[in-house]
């Protein structure tokens, strides 16, 4: 029973290309994430959603679009993919903003 | 957020006591200390967070000094299972986002 969890776990694809990763939590949380972790291996915050609503954006570019339908899940979804826009990608919940997050296993993308 | 000063890698023996320390010298009044591990391969896990007093659950302990300005994450009997970077932030209550720095790559020997 996984308590966060995103698809795909790999995703590799072109320059150019539209693509969406899910993250799906059954934890009960009002609050959900997407954080980056590039080459480098910094971690590093991309939005946070409270019941469904942006809280943060870390001054990410517009072709990153979260969507969340509802508050189990948030998606991430990237238009006109670039070589840059390699990482892993992990998605987050926890139950309130003073709590601690859960994360999923990460979405590794891979842009060629 | 405050920042904090961890050292980049560390070499515990299996069994031992790994002590990993955080310095975190600008931190405020309202400010927790929390600890995340990340395994090779896996999403950050969270192993303990504090604000004045030690703290002790099932994976570690948290010891902060008195003045706040550093604590330790004690891994009690490590295992090879422990080898992770571990990354120490410090936390405003009520903020979102947690703020990742390079951690501290700890390696348990057999």
């Known amino acids: 029973d996984t308590a966060v969890s995103q698809t795909p776990k790999y995703l590799v694809t072109q320059m150019g290309n539209d693509k969406s990763i899910k993250c799906e939590q059954n934890?009960?949380?009002?609050?959900m994430y997407w954080y980056k972790q590039d080459s480098k291996k910094f971690l590093k915050i991309m939005f946070s959603?409270?019941?469904?609503?942006?809280?943060i954006n870390e001054t990410v570019p517009n072709r990153f679009s979260p969507k969340s339908p509802d508050k189990a899940h948030l998606n991430l979804h990237i238009n006109s993919l670039e070589l840059g826009d390699s990482a892993v990608y992990f998605c987050?919940?926890?139950?309130?903003?003073?709590?601690?997050?859960?994360f999923g296993q990460g979405t590794r993308l891979t842009v060629v | 957020d405050a920042k904090t000063t961890q050292p980049p890698s560390m070499d515990c023996a299996e069994g031992r006591a790994a002590n990993l320390p955080c310095n975190h010298s600008?931190?405020?009044?309202?400010?927790?200390v929390y600890w995340y591990r990340q395994i090779h391969s896996q999403g950050p896990q969270y192993i303990i967070h504090g604000l004045k007093n030690n703290e002790t659950n099932e994976m570690a302990s948290l010891i902060i000094t008195e003045d706040r300005k550093s604590s330790t994450l004690i891994l009690p009997h490590a295992t090879l299972r422990d080898t992770a970077v571990y990354y120490c932030i410090v936390r405003v209550e009520g903020a979102q986002k947690l703020v990742f720095g390079q951690g501290t790559r700890l390696t348990i020997n057999p």
């Open positions: 600008t931190i405020s009044g309202n400010e927790y």
């Open positions: 934890l009960g949380h009002d609050t």
């Open positions: 987050a919940s926890s139950q309130s903003e003073n709590t601690e997050a859960f």
């Open positions: 959603y409270n019941n469904k609503e942006l809280i």
